[in-house]
């Protein structure tokens, strides 16, 4: 596809998902998938921490202020902060391709930007493609290696790929653990990967830490009969 032409090319396709999507907003807000509010997941699902959460909702023309930061960020290669913006708009109606193209030319401009290594792990995430958000996490992580988010969602890189290395998820999750106990996003997929491994004990400890630091978390039914079940199965 030719870069340069790509606006017009995708312009229509384009507001016709952005309709669909601050329609969609209208009728079901997303809550945001940050770290603290990530127990709303189901106990069969991995709860990932990043999300590209909407903040265009206020704005009085949202589509014209979008197509609006969109050609700014080609008429201005070297402006990082419109090359960013653009991508995250491109992520909200997830169209990955042209977001993860914003987020390579931010790059360029800040080769070091810890945010930019982090959402082309989180896009190429959404879109699927485990093995190259594996990449960018471990990049970001040479960078920060305490932030734990980032290195849950590396562990899921490994859950969700195929074949999945539940091992060596179960590990990533563990190293975040190290550094944060409590991080009630890291227990519930620990918690999920040992029981897909067969490791009820293990399971069953780090669901009763999870109630502990959650006791309202939403997956800790289903994580307890699925303890249940396995126990029972025995």
Do not use: C
Not at 110 to 139: C, H, M, Q, T
Request: hydrophobic share 40%; charged share 25%.
């Amino acid at each position: 596809m030719n870069k340069e032409n790509i606006l017009f090319s995708i312009i229509g396709l384009l507001l016709g998902f952005i309709v669909g999507f601050f329609f969609a907003n209208t009728i079901n807000q997303r809550y945001a998938q940050a770290p603290a509010s990530a127990s709303s997941s189901s106990a069969s699902l991995p709860v990932d921490q990043h999300a590209t959460d909407s903040n265009l909702g206020g704005m009085p023309n949202p589509m014209g202020d979008v197509m609006a930061a969109i050609q700014k960020a080609r008429n201005e290669p070297d402006n990082f902060e419109a090359q960013m913006e653009a991508a995250e708009l491109y992520a909200q109606i997830r169209r990955y391709d042209q977001a993860i193209e914003f987020l390579e030319r931010a790059r360029k401009i800040r080769p070091d930007d810890y945010k930019a290594l982090v959402r082309l792990g989180d896009f190429n995430f959404d879109a699927g493609r485990y093995e190259i958000a594996e990449r960018w996490y471990s990049e970001a992580l040479k960078k920060n290696p305490d932030d734990v988010n980032v290195r849950t969602d590396l562990g899921l890189t490994f859950f969700f790929r195929t074949p999945p290395d539940i091992d060596r998820a179960i590990a990533e999750f563990r190293r975040s653990l190290e550094r944060d106990p409590n991080h009630e996003p890291t227990l519930q997929n620990l918690a999920i990967a040992l029981l897909r491994k067969g490791e009820t004990a293990e399971a069953q400890r780090t669901i009763e830490r999870l109630e502990q630091v959650n006791p309202q978390n939403q997956a800790l039914p289903s994580l307890k009969e699925r303890v249940r079940a396995s126990q029972e199965g025995k």
